[in-house]
C-alpha cells in the first residue's frame, strides 16, 4: 500500500499534535510513502509558522527542519507535471479546493492507477474531494 501524505500529514509525522499516532502508524504500515513535490516547500512553511508563533522552539524546529530532509528521501515524490497541473485545475474547478489542494490532489490520482493508494489528510475539503475522486481516505480516528 501506498499511504500518499498531504502537507498536514506530513507535518503529523513530524511534530506531536492530534492524528499524529493515526499517520506514524500507517507510515509504519505502508510499503511506500509519496507525496506531491510541493509538500517540500509547504512543510517547510509550515515548521517554519510554527517557529514563528512559539509552538517550536529554535532548537526544536531546527531538529524537525533535518528530520524532514532525511525523511523526504524515502519519499516517493510525485513531480508537477503539466498534466498533474491541468488535472489540478479541473479538481480545482470541481470540488472548489484552494489551488495547492488541488495540486495535492491532482498528485494522489497520479498515482492511483499504479498502486493501492491510500490518502491521508486532515483537511476537510480536501477529504471530500478526495473521496469524491474515489480515493481510500486515511481514517482519521
Known amino acids: 500500500m501506498t499511504l500518499y501524505l498531504d502537507t498536514s500529514a506530513l507535518v503529523k509525522l513530524l511534530v506531536a499534535e492530534d492524528g499524529s499516532g493515526v ?13 506531491s513535490h510541493i509538500a517540500y516547500v509547504e512543510t517547510h512553511s509550515a515548521l517554519a509558522r ?6 517550536l522552539t529554535r532548537r526544536v524546529h531546527a531538529a524537525q527542519a533535518e528530520a524532514f530532509r532525511r525523511l523526504w528521501s524515502d519519499v516517493a515524490v510525485v513531480p508537477v507535471t503539466d498534466d498533474v497541473v491541468e488535472r489540478a485545475a479541473r479538481l480545482a474547478e470541481r470540488h472548489l479546493l484552494r489551488g495547492y489542494d488541488a495540486l495535492q490532489l491532482s498528485s494522489a490520482l497520479e498515482l492511483r492507477d ?19 475522486e474515489r480515493l481510500t481516505l486515511l481514517p482519521l480516528d
Do not use: H, I, K, Q
Not at 50 to 55: E, P, S, T, V
Open 23 to 35: 499517520v506514524r502508524s500507517a507510515a509504519g504500515a505502508a510499503g511506500e510513502l509519496a507525496a
Open 50 to 55: 510554527m517557529r514563528a508563533g512559539d509552538r
Open 114 to 132: 499504479a498502486s493501492d493508494v491510500r490518502f491521508a489528510s486532515w483537511d476537510d475539503r480536501l477529504n471530500v474531494a478526495a473521496a469524491r
